[in-house]
């Protein structure tokens, strides 16, 4: 069924989602921080808008982005490791009133594995698992998550992504050539954009609201042992790794979403 598809942040991520949501037809409006993209993304059908949001305040059309959308796909990174003082929740609280008001019902709101805990024994992290009281980043995620999930106006899904990897961005590349790399035996966590993009299609198109996910690939290698093994596959300067020090680490079990959305990833690790 045609719907009428709202993406704020159409980025690295939120691009190919759009063009791929235009693909099967629907209706969707995107917005940039960049008035030079406006015309990128319009020429491959995406209505698009400027729109900026800060902690002071939120400039550009948002009412218009959001205007006759019944599905809203929030994706704004909160952009915390560049900018650890960034107030993430008074950005999105900014937001929401203009959300309230539209005509959205159903919200996919795309959040982060990293509002669950590291530790030395490794715990598989499922949904229902404790999530951190102590990282900053962490804090602010779930406090935007709730703000989302408890608000009455509309259905909010949570997708929350292991770190983005896809053909033009891999963090073997960023890693290549480092030395004394920490957490060599944490497992990788890692989702290929393609089965980010699948997933919320998959959501929408099966109208899966009111809950979460966490979505990770399945296999979970080593660090020292994929991005090195990466690293030669790309024929770049093998990362080192500091095994003086206990890792710390976690392994994203993602059983729930294959399970309720029927869902087998498409890239593997």
């Not at 719907?3 to 209706?27: D, T, Y």
């Not at 594995?113 to 404790?130: A, C, G, K, L």
């Amino acid at each position: 069924m045609k719907q009428r598809i709202c993406i704020i942040g159409c980025g690295w991520l939120g691009f190919p989602l759009a063009k791929s949501l235009v693909k099967k037809g629907h209706l969707v409006k995107g917005s940039t921080t960049s008035s030079e993209k406006i015309s990128t993304l319009n020429s491959e059908g995406i209505e698009g808008f400027l729109v900026q949001v800060s902690s002071e305040g939120l400039l550009g059309a948002i009412e218009n982005c959001l205007a006759d959308c019944d599905v809203l796909v929030l994706n704004i990174p909160p952009g915390l490791r560049k900018n650890p003082e960034a107030n993430y929740v008074k950005q999105m609280q900014h937001l929401l009133p203009y959300v309230e008001v539209s005509a959205v019902k159903h919200v996919v709101f795309i959040s982060s594995t990293s509002v669950y805990d590291d530790d030395e024994s490794m715990p598989i992290i499922s949904e229902t698992s404790p999530t951190s009281t102590s990282a900053n980043s962490a804090k602010q995620l779930l406090s935007v998550e709730a703000l989302f999930q408890n608000n009455s106006s509309f259905k909010t899904t949570i997708l929350r992504f292991s770190g983005l990897f896809g053909e033009d961005r891999h963090p073997a590349t960023f890693l290549s050539g480092k030395t004394n790399l920490k957490h060599p035996d944490a497992p990788v966590n890692l989702i290929h954009q393609k089965d980010c993009i699948s997933i919320i299609h998959t959501i929408i198109e099966q109208n899966i609201w009111n809950t979460v996910f966490n979505a990770s690939t399945p296999s979970h290698p080593t660090r020292k042992n994929y991005y090195t093994s990466i690293c030669e596959a790309k024929n770049l300067p093998l990362p080192s790794f500091d095994t003086a020090q206990i890792s710390k680490g976690k392994i994203i079990d993602s059983t729930k979403l294959a399970r309720v959305l029927g869902y087998e990833f498409k890239i593997k690790l």
